[in-house]
């Protein structure tokens, strides 16, 4: 972690918790400075050589004492020792930490250059710029500190340079990646040290292109989408990688979403699903059906809105033919009967359907067929797939036969090169609800 020394004298700031006094000093305090319950017994000469702040608010005449209250200064009592230290000239150290505090603390004392060539602003602005920003861990930590000290950080532009920062770093040519980062992600060949020399020279370990993914799920959902869509904005790293990026952000955040029966939520969590889907590249397979299957379960269960609900439905049903049984197993919402939400799946299929046909379209040149096509090999794998979901659902015994037969029905029959699967779906709602003859239907579905 980069950091920076300011004075040379021995800090002789010393309190008991509400209460801070310069002890090493032959001049009687001639000024209290009050921070929220904590006083600073401090002079002023060292302040009014400083800070413009306290030349407008201690009078030019008169020796008596002044006791100034401040309630609002950015960074709180911390905030204010550092720059009072600097007053004084005392070794004070900046770090990625407090550099924030510190900076905003100094804006609003205004330790500006009018009032004294080098002044703390300009000295941790320098700091800033050539130091901490060209680190990335340190550029990580520090906008995680901004929340903190708004609206004064997003003032000073010190939220936009971070984010900046970070963004231009990940989204740099891997080649040039030389600073350390987190992986603990499953490693190229090269990372493990397992390669074999070319010409008795080992060759340089790849930096892989997801390198920056785990640093930056330390973030908050606020500081994060800042920075993806900085990096969206840039157009240098590949969508399956942004992707794959807001998949470890999500599992990290969210532990419980890859067992979504357990998850329990509140606001914050609704928001951050919904701000997770609004995230994800648009761009078809940039992230698995499994993982928007899991988003969408998670939404449904916390409901998250229907726009939300829509969207993630639409992106699933692009890439349908990836799903599995099992991720389709979405539970019902509280209040329903049946176990699982077909209805939702049937939305889904439909989407499926319509998508297809209308590639299927654009592939014929707009032109619409009146004779049966062909099924696309997407079709065909959906199509088991459904069957496969209706297996499963028809152990409910609470599902209706007319939606049991509607989705059947939304796969159309050519999509079957054979129908054991169908067949074996029905005869298994035909098992779990021996009291009803849905013959008409099944005899429609199997001929569709």
């Known amino acids: 972690m980069k950091f920076m020394k300011l004075g040379s004298n021995p800090d002789t700031f010393q309190g008991d918790g509400n209460e801070v006094s310069i002890v090493a ?62 007053c004084y000239g005392m070794i004070v150290t900046l770090n990625a930490y407090n550099v924030i505090a510190a900076r905003c603390a100094a804006e609003y004392l205004e330790m500006n250059e009018t009032v004294d060539k080098g002044n703390l602003i300009y000295k941790i602005d320098v700091f800033l710029s050539s130091s901490i920003f060209r680190s990335w861990k340190d550029s990580i930590i520090v ?96 969508k399956d990688v942004i992707g794959e990026a807001i998949k470890a952000y999500t599992y990290k955040k969210l532990p419980s979403l890859s067992k979504v029966s357990m ?35 998670a939404t449904n269960l916390l409901k998250c809105g229907e726009m939300c609900r829509k969207e993630l439905m639409k992106r699933i049903a692009r890439q349908l033919e990836e799903a599995s049984v099992s991720d389709l197993l979405i539970p019902t919402v509280d209040g329903d009967t049946t176990v699982y939400d077909i209805d939702l799946i049937l939305s889904i299929v439909e989407e499926f359907v319509r998508q297809d046909c209308k590639n299927a379209q654009k592939h014929n040149g707009g032109e619409v067929n009146d004779h049966v096509s062909a099924p696309s090999a997407s079709m065909i794998t959906v199509a088991k ?24 029905e939304t796969v159309s029959g050519n999509s079957r090169p054979v129908h054991d699967g169908l067949y074996r779906a029905i005869d298994m709602y035909l098992k779990e609800h021996p009291k009803r003859t849905p013959a008409r239907s099944t005899t429609k579905s199997a001929a569709a």
């Not at 904590?38 to 030019?60: G, M």
């Not at 939520?265 to 899991?294: H, N, Q, W, Y």
Request: proline content about 5%; overall charge neutral; hydrophobic content about 40%.
């Open 143 to 238: 906008l995680g500190t901004t929340k903190a000290h708004l609206p004064w950080a997003e003032d000073l532009k010190l939220v936009s340079h971070c984010i900046d920062s970070v963004a231009s770093k990940a989204s740099i040519d891997v080649s040039k990646v030389e600073w350390s980062y987190t992986y603990n992600r499953k490693k190229l060949p090269t990372e493990n040290g397992n390669d074999s020399p070319w010409n008795g020279v080992k060759q340089q370990q790849l930096v892989p292109k997801d390198w920056w993914i785990e640093d930056l799920t330390d973030l908050d959902i606020d500081a994060y989408k800042q920075v993806i869509t900085a990096i969206k904005a840039k157009g240098m790293v590949a």
């Open 263 to 297: 998850i329990h939520g509140d606001a914050k969590v609704r928001a951050m699903l919904v701000t997770i889907t609004c995230l994800l590249p648009s761009e078809k397979g940039s992230v698995s059906c499994s993982f928007l299957l899991k988003l969408l379960k």
């Open 385 to 408: 797939i459904v069957d496969g979901y209706l297996a499963e659902v028809a152990k409910d015994p609470n599902i209706p036969v007319y939606k049991f037969f509607s989705l059947a």
């Open 25 to 86: 000093s032959e001049l009687v305090s001639d000024i209290t400075v009050r921070i929220g319950t904590t006083k600073f017994y401090l002079h002023k000469f060292p302040l009014l050589s400083k800070c413009a702040r306290f030349q407008k608010l201690i009078p030019t005449t008169g020796d008596e004492n002044i006791d100034i209250h401040i309630h609002d200064i950015p960074g709180g009592v911390k905030a204010f020792e550092i720059c009072s230290k600097f």
